[in-house]
Structure formats: C-alpha cells, structure tokens
C-alpha cells in the first residue's frame, strides 16, 4: 500500500559526499517520523540519522557533523545528505518512514529496500 524508494548509493572516495533520497508513495496522509538505517557487513542494522515525533534530529556520534537530514514533505520525500564520507560509512542504507495512511487512523511503519554505499580509494 505504500512504497519507500532508495536512491543515490553508489561508490565515492573518502572525503567525499553523497546524497540518498528516499520517496514515498501510496495512500499517504502524513509522514509523522522518518529516519536513516545502516548494515554495515557483519554488524546489525543501526541508526544513522532520525526526525523525531517532535521534529528534532537524532544522530549516531559516528556521524555527527558529517550527516544531515532532511525531508521534502510536499514530495514525500527524505534525504540524507553525507559529507567527508569514511570508509567504515560502507553499508547498505535503508529509510524508514512511519505513514499515516488516508483509510486509516495509525500509523505504520515502513522500510525502503536499502541501497548500496561503498566508500573507497
């Protein structure tokens, strides 16, 4: 019913930047929270970057500084922005949005299908 769409991975150099965006579509009313996920290999998913139910950011301290959030929310829309990139930053990267959908009265939750970030020389 709804669908999260990655984009933007790729391969990039230390030092560089990379923006992944994430869009939405479906039965949309409102996005209430959306946030970043990573897997980097052999390790479980972890937080990167997430907007509150409150509309404040959380970061993980590996990338604080480094990372930015964003969203777009007449295009259903999230982003993140990824500068002075490392390669331990390799993983593969998910969105994750919580939906309001039009025929209903709760949230969900809802995963992108990850996409590929490799940094290295």
């Known amino acids: 019913q709804v669908q999260l769409v990655e984009s933007g991975g790729g391969l990039v150099q230390p030092g560089g930047s990379l923006r992944l965006s994430c869009a939405a579509s479906g039965s949309i009313s409102s996005i209430n929270a959306m946030g970043w996920y990573r897997q980097r290999p052999g390790n479980q998913r972890e937080l990167v970057a997430a907007f509150t139910s409150g509309g404040s950011t959380n970061y993980a301290d590996s990338v604080k500084g480094r990372f930015i959030i964003s969203r777009d929310n007449a295009k259903n829309t999230g982003y993140l922005q990824m500068n002075s990139l490392k390669v331990e930053d390799t993983a593969v990267y998910y969105c994750?949005?919580?939906?309001?959908?039009?025929?209903?009265?709760?949230?969900?939750?809802?995963w992108g299908q990850g996409t590929q970030v490799t940094v290295s020389s």
């Open positions: 994750n949005a919580d939906v309001y959908l039009t025929s209903g009265s709760y949230p969900s939750k809802y």
